[in-house]
């Protein structure tokens, strides 16, 4: 597998990132709307065939999550800053060769409540020069697979601490299993999830490598993970002892770095409360139940859980605003060197 850093523009703590096509530069190549770009799913036709323009290029579209539902923001390269962003139908797609894709179709609507652009975000690589038919479309799942893409999520492989202070992959885990945490002691996993995505982009992952904060082996992990740093001389520059960091606020291009690798086994595991866990070694947040995760998580799973209820708040995490990656490692080395 080829690992290859790529750059990544800054983000703040409150958003997310998506890489997705312009409708526009997807066209109808074969079928009924022949000539015709994406569009929404009522003009969709199944069989109808799909090509990229020559020049169709992923863009990043970043997001907030608000009460009143998903809103652009200004940190993306696509997009009107403020306008809504609605989750339209998700689509499978099939080569020629017999490859299936699926994708979301995403809708910006302006304050007007005019639509004004459409996006595919892709779950998989399109690649250009092929053609894709359409074979199906989705209005019931689009909003669970984009909640998917929330997922604060481990690669597989990644070894979890279990009581015992032995270390198990995350794939050999079940529910009802236990693991040591930080605050809580010993808990039981309520739930665990799997998924292969799409790792290239905003969505690629970010590779840790061993030793580069005390870890044993390299900890490959979704990028808004956040990790946890006790530090006794607030030398990351936050007020509080007990810090959180996301992992790609530690992107410094050489230790730690985001990773293109086309797809990706993630797992995410989840308590009746957020904990903090440890992944090789490194004290790690499970998944939050909120209101991007709930629709996922089914009602089963989501029973007697309350939304955003965790001692981990917004509060104790470290903004990137003054800082690179690199100094931020840096400021993590003294730490640990000292506790």
Same mark, same amino acid.
């Given at each position: 597998?080829? $690992? &290859?850093?790529?750059?990544?523009? +800054?983000?703040?703590? +409150?958003?997310? #990132?998506?890489?997705?096509?312009? #409708?526009a530069d997807i066209h109808i190549v074969d079928g009924a709307n022949f000539g015709d770009t994406l569009s929404f799913a009522d003009d969709l036709i199944l069989d109808d065939a799909y090509m990229l323009a020559p020049d169709a290029a992923l863009h990043q579209l970043?997001? &907030?999550? *608000? %009460?009143?539902?998903?809103?652009?923001n200004e940190h993306g390269e696509t997009g009107d800053a403020s306008n809504q962003l609605f989750v339209d139908c998700s689509l499978t797609l099939m080569s020629h060769m017999g490859q299936t894709v699926e994708a979301i179709v995403l809708v910006e609507v302006n304050s007007k409540n005019l639509a004004v652009s459409i996006y595919l975000l892709p779950l998989a690589s399109i690649q250009h !020069? *092929? +053609?894709?038919?359409?074979? !199906?479309?989705?209005?019931? &799942? #689009?909003?669970? !697979? $984009? @909640?998917?893409?929330a997922y604060v999520s481990f690669a597989k492989g990644t070894q979890l601490t279990l009581p015992t202070g032995e270390m198990k992959p995350i794939e050999d885990l079940k529910t009802g299993d236990q693991l040591l945490t930080r605050n809580a002691g010993i808990q039981k996993i309520r739930w665990i999830g799997? @998924? *292969?995505v799409c790792a290239t982009g905003a969505q690629a992952p970010i590779l840790i490598k061993a030793g580069v904060l005390q870890n044993d082996n390299d900890l490959v992990l979704s990028s808004d993970h956040r990790l946890y740093i006790y530090q006794h001389d607030h030398l990351v520059g936050h007020e509080r002892a007990e810090t959180l960091v996301r992992a790609r606020h530690l992107v410094d291009g050489k230790n730690v770095v985001w990773l293109d690798i086309g797809y990706i086994d993630y797992y995410q595991l989840l308590f009746d409360e957020h904990q903090i866990i440890y992944a090789? /070694?490194?004290?790690?947040?499970? $998944?939050?139940? %909120?209101?991007? *995760?709930?629709? @996922? $998580? /089914?009602?089963d799973v989501a029973k007697g859980l309350s939304l955003h209820k965790t001692i981990y708040g917004a509060d104790m995490e470290i903004s990137k605003t003054n800082q690179d990656g690199d100094s931020i490692l840096s400021s993590l080395h003294k730490v640990l060197r000292r506790n």
């Open positions: 597998m080829s $690992l &290859t850093a790529i750059p990544q523009p +800054k983000q703040t703590s +409150k958003m997310q #990132a998506f890489s997705v096509y312009n #409708a970043s997001i &907030t999550l *608000t %009460d009143a539902g998903l809103r652009i !020069k *092929t +053609k894709y038919s359409l074979i !199906k479309i989705d209005r019931e &799942t #689009a909003e669970i !697979k $984009l @909640s998917q893409l799997h @998924s *292969t090789e /070694g490194i004290a790690a947040e499970s $998944l939050l139940f %909120d209101h991007r *995760t709930q629709p @996922s $998580l /089914g009602d």
